[in-house]
Each structure stands twice: as C-alpha cells, then as structure tokens.
C-alpha cells in the first residue's frame, strides 16, 4: 500500500519534506482489531509537535495521522461490533486501557505516533477505538471531528462553562472553528469571544456565530468565565489569564507549547495572571467516551466543518501550510479510495 512516512525527525523545510511517500506491507487486524481501508485523513497540529519532536514517537519510521475516516475492510478475530463495509472513524487514541480516565493512563497509545496512523491507504485499530460516523458528514467534514472535534469536546466539558456565561476561545483554526459551533448549541445564551492573530481568521469567527473577534491582545466587551487556548506558543496563555473574571478557568488545549516565545513566561505576575481564584486546566489527549459522545453531538448541531483537500502525496505541503497559518478550518489528505 501506499503510505507516507516518516523516517527521521527533523525541519518541514528540508529537501524533500520529512514525509516519504513510500510502498509498504499492508496491515493485518490482530484479534480485536479491525483493518480498515483508508477514504481521508486529517491533518493536525500534532504532527508537527511528533516531525519536530516535541513528542516524539517511540520508534522510526512511523506512519503518522490520527484523524482516520474510512471502510472495514477486514475484522480480527472475536470482533462483532462492526460489519465489513461499515464506515467508521479513528481519533488520536488507539488504544488505553478503558478506564474512565484512560487518556492519562500509562497503556495509552497514540494513533500516528505509538503506532501507524492514517497517512497510509490502510491502517488497523481495535475495534473498541473506532466509531461510527453520522450519516450527516462525508469523509473529508468527518475527518477533523476525529481530533479537533473530539478533543475540543473535551476541552469544553473541562471549562465548566454554563449557559448564558461568557466563554472565550484563543486560537481559531481547526479545532476552534468546531468549538465554536459546538458551544453555540450547546449554550445558546452564551456570548462567545474570539481571540486570532489574523484579520481572515477573526472574520471566519464572526461568520460562525462569534459575538465579538479581536487580536490576541485586544480586550472583549467583559472578561471570560472561561477561555480554551489551542494555540502551540505562550503569548495567547498570559493575555487569556489577563481576560478571565474572578474564578475564571482557562483550559489549555495542547499536547506540547512551542519554544520560540517561551521567555514570555517571565513575565508571568501573580496579581494580574493568577490571583482570585483563576484555574489553570489543561487537556491530555482524549478518552473513547470523547469522541463517542461527540460525533452525534455534532450531526444533531449541525456543525459545518470547513475543509482544504489535498492528496495523500502532498502531506509535506498540507503540514507546512498548518506551521505558516495559511488555513481556514482543517487540511484533509484523501487516499482516493471512496
């Protein structure tokens, strides 16, 4: 099959992209596993935090991508909960151990990272980690709920926002454009604030249904009861905790922050940043429960998932243009298998 992968660690602009396309043996399903046959797959920031190595995978090479559409083609043994043909789904976890707190459990395992993921025609996962998708999402609007949307759910739930408080988002790429319908939903009286770097990306939040849109360090209309930050650096982390009320939660989106802003920190002052009971939460990875309970959330919502195509062979490119900001919603690799 074909598949791109990832042979060393390294810079997205060396020549040739860190991603070779490559022919490789096509998986078998283990016992409990199902092989399913690759229609799209999501690119996420997370793939550039495992090329760059700010969480780098266990083994070389790799095949990542973790945000998986696609058919059963082939059932393991013992498994019933599918049938082949059946279109399904898989998020950045492959496997844990199926506790309730599975995603900071020592038997995690990442799809794309611990093991092959879906920039690849064909790729397997147990059958308890993969869900089926609603009818009301083609493969490449389903793609990106596998992580941006499922893990963004997660985010939500930890800011503890209720209906008519104010809720702010810092970051507005594929994850916030999802989070932002999500929350319109289900909080309806909420006014909701987005805080993005670009003009283009402040104006797609206001489209969606944004109350308000500013720079990173313009001030909202009030302070947030909440703010979810999903972006890789520091900056947006001291401006949200400066823009949270009294008890105000911010929920830090990220499974790794970049380095290059990371002096801003010393700049962190208790009386401005902390004190009054603000809360610091952040997000490790996402539970089966995540994911299970989003997707038909998000089908009954009717979120709109906004999409750029590329084929599978152009992930370098799809990745460097995720790195630059030059996105509106999500990048999605197709395989060309319907």
């Not at 809360?279 to 089966?288: C, F, G, L, Q, R």
Request: net charge negative; with cysteine.
């Amino acid at each position: 099959m074909r598949a791109m992968v990832l042979q060393t660690l390294g810079g997205l602009d060396e020549p040739g992209g860190p991603l070779q396309l490559s022919e490789v043996a096509r998986p078998e399903p283990a016992s409990g596993e199902i092989l399913i046959e690759v229609s799209t797959c999501g690119v996420c920031h997370t793939e550039l935090d495992i090329i760059e190595g700010r969480t780098p995978p266990p083994r070389l090479p790799v095949i990542p991508g973790h945000e998986i559409v696609g058919r059963v083609a082939k059932l393991g043994r013992g498994v019933s909960r599918f049938s082949a043909g059946d279109r399904v789904g898989v998020g950045w976890i492959h496997s844990s151990d199926g506790s309730e707190n599975e995603n900071v459990s020592g038997a995690f395992r990442a799809t794309g990272r611990d093991v092959d993921g879906g920039y690849a025609e064909f790729t397997t996962v147990p059958a308890d980690y993969a869900y089926p998708i609603p009818e009301a999402f083609d493969d490449a609007s389903a793609a990106p709920l596998l992580c941006a949307g499922g893990v963004g759910y997660r985010a939500l739930r930890l800011a503890k926002v209720e209906d008519g408080q104010v809720l702010g988002l810092t970051g507005f790429g594929g994850s916030g454009h999802l989070v932002l319908q999500l929350a319109r939903y289900l909080y309806p009286s909420s006014a909701i604030y987005v805080f993005a770097r670009s003009e283009r990306e402040r104006a797609f939040a206001l489209e969606l249904g944004a109350t308000w849109s500013g720079d990173t360090l313009d001030d909202p209309p009030q302070p947030a009861h909440a703010i979810i930050d999903t972006t890789p650096v520091w900056k947006p982390v001291l401006a949200a905790l400066e823009r949270l009320r009294p008890g105000g939660r911010l929920v830090i989106n990220a499974i790794r922050k970049e380095d290059a802003d990371r002096d801003l920190l010393a700049g962190l002052r208790y009386e401005d940043h902390l004190w009054l009971e603000k809360e610091v939460k952040t997000v490790a990875n996402v539970t089966h429960r995540d994911i299970g309970e989003f997707l038909p959330i998000a089908a009954r919502a009717g979120v709109q998932v906004e999409t750029t195509c590329m084929p599978l062979e152009r992930a370098n490119e799809a990745l460097r243009a995720l790195r630059d900001g030059h996105l509106r919603g999500a990048y999605v690799l197709a395989t060309g298998h319907p």
